[in-house]
């Protein structure tokens, strides 16, 4: 594994959250939207059980087309998947020492500039960089030796 297969992860976990929201707010939408049993009542107080299904919610879901609910159940998958990749991840991360850790979480996943960073640490921007590019080396290899993170497909940026 390389730096640049590195940074892709770091950007990956830095935007995992955000990717569960989204999906999150997918499932919660097409729910909403098919799931709702306001249209399946019967709201003129007459019974209407003969021959039908008699609950709304059983009416509601019998007419959902197939094609939502495996929507629905991939986008439960991709959520969990990204929740352990992203556990996998801060495993790893957490095998840094403070100061890699903190250049590499403060330059990768908060977008922080290197005067900050500098200031943080007590180095020089020039000395953060090159601490930066270590610790990049070594979660190449911590990267490259878990299984779960080294054979998961990351989305190119």
């Known amino acids: 594994m390389d730096k640049e297969q590195v940074i892709v992860i770091l950007h990956y976990y830095r935007d995992a959250d955000k990717a569960i929201k989204m999906n999150e707010r997918v499932i919660k939408n097409l ?3 098919y799931y ?7 709201s ?8 039908t299904t008699s609950n709304p919610v059983e009416r509601v879901v019998l007419n959902i087309a197939h094609s939502v609910t495996r929507t629905i159940d991939r986008l439960r998958r991709e959520i969990n998947e990204t929740g352990k990749i992203k556990e996998e991840i801060a495993g790893e991360l957490n095998r840094l020492n403070y100061t890699e850790k903190a250049l590499v979480w403060g330059f990768y996943i908060e977008g922080e500039q290197w005067e900050r960073l500098s200031a ?15 610790a990049l080396d070594r979660l190449a290899r911590y990267f490259g030796g ?8 990351f989305p190119e940026k």
């Open 31 to 33: 729910e909403d939207q």
């Open 146 to 153: 878990n299984e779960i993170i080294s054979q998961y497909h």
């Open 36 to 42: 709702s049993t306001l249209g399946a009542v019967n």
């Open 44 to 51: 003129d107080g007459m019974p209407h059980g003969k021959g």
């Open 120 to 134: 943080r640490v007590n180095y020089s921007p020039r000395q953060c960089r090159n601490i930066r590019a270590a």
